[in-house]
């Protein structure tokens, strides 16, 4: 498929910001005659004041009138159609130690998402295509696409049931830990789509949530650079969760709970020999906290382990934790961190799983109202289970987004990544570079 010239982004953006420039005027008026606020979107009001930085609020929390989408109001929701234009530079695109390739790839990304406005119950729907081009690698060119809804019944003041549904098709990224060939002729694709529930009860201080969730994964066959076609429905897969969380609000901005999960994994073909089914299980005791204005999230730690049918494959277990938690060092500074450890499925021979162990802190930091400037460090080990094979990721990555008014918005981009592993020829180390420009209404 022949490639988007680069021409073609620079016409783009033009275009964009001439369109911001008549958006700046039609901004200008909306803020001499006012507008509505949507009430439960989460947008700002157009042509509001200017508000105050608040300290127990991150800095991507926070509401910029001027600078935030309005959208579109069809009768009760609101629409917010956008999309974004990018440039990359990758160092390293096929992920490998020796004989690097390096590319340029041009993405287009439409969206559109749609918010209701009710003051009771809530549905949401989103639709995305993504489509990136490689300037001289045009077999890994990639054409993706999302769409999916979720909502909340509220059935009593103290009680709701919430839900989602999502379908999506993905490619593997060359340099994740899932992409197991290396002899792939083009990126693995595969379909995958999320379902869950959830009923949410609360009496007085006490807080519970039975939830269950089903993922379906569906991988196409890619070519080989060796010959043959490579299967992929080996990987096709059903998995089923079930969750019971209970909690106790110890203050009003407090919450420490028990949670427990079951998993079921069910292949639609097993490995050859190996049936590569499974069970798991987690139990974990956590705090949902908010502590004044310093800091607010979620953390929790405990137990996992997958047992798996195949008696060859040796079951997995470990610590289960997690954490998801801003410090709002200033009202300009908000200090992210985050932690988890899971059990993902292994596709190397002779392994049932690794331990996923991933660890990362970033920090946003307001420059200017419409300047924000971003940075963020990233460590992960991935332990495989039945073979020797131990993965270090290391990342890090910096970045400046600039928002012109609230129709045009431009990043930049830098992120490295480097993996470090004691099988032969895994190691990489990649450099990216990309320029966005974004389009919303």
Do not use: C
């Not at 130690?97 to 009710?118: A, G, L, M, Q």
């Not at 269950?212 to 059903?238: K, Q």
């Not at 079921?264 to 490995?271: E, L, V």
């Not at 502590?291 to 049918?309: C, H, I, K, P």
């Amino acid at each position: 498929m022949p490639r988007v010239p680069f021409r073609s982004l620079l016409t783009t953006t033009a275009l964009l910001l001439v369109a911001g420039a008549g958006g700046a005027m039609a901004a200008d008026l909306t803020a001499n005659t006012g507008a509505k606020n949507w009430s439960g979107s989460g947008m700002a009001p157009a042509g509001a004041a200017e508000t105050q930085d608040v300290r127990g609020q991150g800095v991507n929390e926070r509401a910029r009138p001027g600078y935030d989408a309005v959208g579109l109001r069809a009768g009760s929701f609101v629409v917010l159609p956008s999309i974004e234009v990018a440039e990359t530079y990758d160092d390293n695109i096929f992920a490998t130690e020796s004989n690097k390739d390096s590319d340029f790839i041009t993405s287009v990304h439409p969206r559109v998402d749609v918010i209701s406005t009710w003051s009771r119950h809530s549905l949401n729907l989103t639709a995305g295509l993504q489509r990136s081009y490689f300037a001289d690698n045009s077999s890994e060119n990639k054409t993706g696409y999302d769409f999916g809804m979720d909502g909340r019944l509220d059935i009593l003041r103290d009680t709701n049931v919430t839900g989602a549904l999502a379908h999506a098709q993905k490619h593997e990224d060359r340099g994740s830990a899932t992409f197991s060939s290396t002899t792939a002729a083009e990126p693995v694709e595969y379909k995958q789509t999320d379902a869950s529930i959830a009923f949410n009860q609360r009496f007085n201080r006490v807080t519970t949530t039975l939830g269950a969730a089903y993922t379906r994964l569906n991988y196409e066959d890619v070519a080989s650079t060796a010959g043959p076609i490579l299967d992929e429905d080996l990987r096709d897969r059903d998995v089923y969760t079930q969750k019971l969380r209970a909690g106790y609000d110890v203050s009003p901005d407090t919450n420490v709970f028990v949670q427990g999960s079951l998993n079921q994994r069910r292949y639609d073909i097993g490995m050859p020999i190996q049936d590569r089914d499974s069970k798991g299980y987690e139990a974990v005791v956590g705090s949902r906290f908010k502590l004044s204005t310093l800091a607010s999230g979620e953390v929790y730690v405990g137990y996992q382990r997958q047992n798996y049918d195949a008696t060859g494959l040796s079951d997995v277990s470990g610590l289960s934790y997690g954490a998801n938690v801003n410090w709002y060092v200033t009202p300009l500074s908000t200090v992210r961190f985050n932690a988890a450890s899971t059990i993902e499925e292994s596709d190397l021979g002779g392994s049932s799983g690794y331990l996923r162990q991933v660890v990362g802190v970033g920090l946003d930091h307001e420059l200017l109202r419409n300047v924000i400037l971003r940075g963020d460090l990233s460590y992960e080990n991935d332990d495989y289970k039945g073979t020797p094979r131990k993965d270090d990721y290391y990342g890090g990555g910096v970045g400046v987004s600039y928002l012109l008014n609230r129709f045009v918005a431009m990043g930049l981009d830098y992120d490295y990544t480097k993996r470090d592993s004691n099988a032969a020829g895994a190691d990489y180390s990649r450099n990216r570079v990309m320029f966005t420009i974004r389009g919303q209404l």
